[in-house]
């Protein structure tokens, strides 16, 4: 199995981005998805998850209304569209996925991407 992330850059406060994470070697459409960041001296945090169809989707707080996740089954690819960014978001950027139920604990994900950087300047 490998999750190809990729699309993360340096960016200026208040810019876009968009991560891509493509997957292979697994039933893409049978695992729930999630992207996962971490910064420098700080643990892995949940940011954005989706199930299998696509139709529930789950956000940390602080990206409610900046970050979209979004799949394409098709292209066993999952997607962060990630908006009006902010120093804060700056980490790095990883994809992950599991075939029970949607969650946030990285525990509980199967397979993980490399990182992707995101850095954001003020």
């Known amino acids: 199995v490998q999750l190809q992330a990729s699309g993360g850059g340096l960016v200026q406060a208040g810019d876009s981005l968009r991560l891509s994470c493509v997957a292979s070697g697994l039933t893409f459409r049978l695992y729930n998805m999630a992207w996962f960041r971490q910064a420098p001296g700080l643990e892995r945090e949940f940011v954005a998850g989706?199930?299998?169809?696509?139709?529930?989707?789950d956000y940390k707080d602080s990206v409610k209304g900046r970050f979209t996740i979004s799949r394409d089954n098709a292209k066993t690819t999952v997607y962060l569209q990630m908006n009006s960014l902010k120093p804060e978001d700056t980490a790095d950027y990883f994809c992950?996925?599991?075939?029970?139920?949607?969650?946030?604990?990285?525990?509980?994900?199967?397979?993980w991407g490399q990182g992707t950087l995101v850095t954001v300047s003020s």
């Open positions: 989706i199930t299998r169809s696509g139709t529930r989707k």
């Open positions: 992950a996925a599991q075939y029970r139920t949607l969650n946030r604990a990285p525990n509980d994900y199967d397979y």
